[in-house]
């Protein structure tokens, strides 16, 4: 069973630029969710996919953006960087359908840092 | 809208003494509860969910956490702490099983002395 990955591990950039970070999700899992998590805070919700549509969104600027593939993986976009979007990226698949067992599988997360 | 407070931002314990770690959320509905842990440099692995079954949850490494209606707290504890429980430790919320959809705490990093 192939667990969650995520590209690049670590990756600078600077204001105004734009980023993409991928994610693959587990064998089976057709349900990918993208989290921010700011140093020294909790993990914030930004937004869901479900079957390559968006399924829920956090409280995100729209220059935050997403895709889902027909093999589940996703990415997540950010458009016109600035200072506060260094954060590490999380991305969490988990099964949308009757398999639901309400758990989440983590990547490793992507380091952006805006400079 | 739903919202979770850890109380204690940093928690310390000596080896082999009592972890307790504090949870108390905000639902308005009925919630699901989630503990999970993050290691330095990798993303969250989940430790117990509370899905409206057995209000005493029992999760991997020997925690566990009790679901409380009247005091909505989902605190987690382990009896005896290992060095290997030093980390940070997420509760977070949910309105469903979608767990994807979670609202998260702010962590409490636990520190294990010798």
């Known amino acids: 069973e192939t667990g969650v990955t995520q590209s690049p591990t670590h990756l600078i950039k600077t204001r105004g630029q734009q980023v993409t970070l991928r994610c693959s999700s587990q064998s089976g899992h057709n349900t990918v969710s993208w989290y921010q998590q700011a140093l020294g805070q909790g993990p914030q919700f930004i937004f869901q996919?479900?079957?390559?549509?968006?399924?829920g969104r956090g409280n995100f600027p729209p220059r935050f953006s997403g895709l889902q593939f027909p093999n589940y993986s996703s990415e997540l976009n950010v458009n016109a960087l600035e200072l506060d979007d260094s954060a590490l990226y999380l991305c969490a698949s988990s099964s949308g359908d009757r398999r639901n067992t309400g758990e989440l599988f983590f990547g490793e997360g992507s380091r952006l840092t805006v400079l | 809208a739903q919202s979770v407070t850890q109380l204690g931002s940093h928690v310390s314990v000596s080896e082999g003494a009592l972890v307790l770690l504090r949870c108390n959320y905000s639902s308005s509905v009925p919630p699901y509860l989630f503990w999970y842990v993050q290691y330095p440099n990798q993303g969250l692995q989940l430790l117990l969910k509370y899905t409206s079954a057995a209000t005493l949850v029992k999760g991997i490494n020997g925690f566990e956490a009790e679901f409380k209606k009247s005091e909505t707290s989902f605190h987690l504890t382990k009896p005896s702490a290992h060095m290997s429980d030093a980390a940070e430790y997420f509760c977070?919320?949910?309105?469903?099983?979608?767990?994807?959809?979670?609202?998260f705490g702010d962590g409490t990093t636990l520190t294990v002395k010798p």
């Open positions: 977070a919320v949910s309105y469903n099983t979608n767990a994807g959809k979670s609202t």
């Open positions: 996919y479900y079957r390559e549509e968006e399924n």
